[in-house]
């Protein structure tokens, strides 16, 4: 069993940076990615950013540019930088641990932008 903390929500004005962490314990070997999804109010949950660990790292157009995602293998701990906040990044944030076909997640961290 995975289990993922998440940390560093909160408001920012638009045009702020924040950065989420997600602790990962338990059970984690061989290959997986960790992934950071949002959901903000009446849409689905959608995939922002990847990272395999063998390093490779992909983002959803919405924001790449703005958002980096980065790993700390040796701590299965993931981050991710966002700047240049919009309002339409208002979401909650939830960590995704992939290993094959099983997936965990965290509790989610809410994310407001407004000014």
């Known amino acids: 069993q995975v289990q993922l903390v998440e940390s560093g929500g909160g408001l920012k004005q638009p045009g702020g940076s924040l950065r989420l962490s997600c602790a990962a314990s338990?059970?984690?070997?061989?290959?997986?990615?960790m992934n950071w999804y949002r959901q903000a109010p009446g849409k689905q949950r959608e995939l922002i950013a990847t990272?395999?660990?063998?390093?490779?790292?992909t983002y959803a157009d919405s924001v790449k540019g703005r958002f980096t995602i980065s790993r700390v293998n040796a701590q299965n701990t993931v981050y991710l930088q966002m700047n240049a906040l919009k309002p339409e990044d208002t979401a909650v944030y939830y960590c995704?641990?992939?290993?094959?076909?099983?997936?965990?997640w965290g509790q989610g961290t809410q994310v407001t932008v407004s000014s």
């Open positions: 338990g059970s984690i070997f061989g290959i997986y990615t």
């Open positions: 990272r395999s660990s063998g390093g490779t790292t």
């Open positions: 995704n641990l992939r290993q094959g076909a099983v997936d965990s």
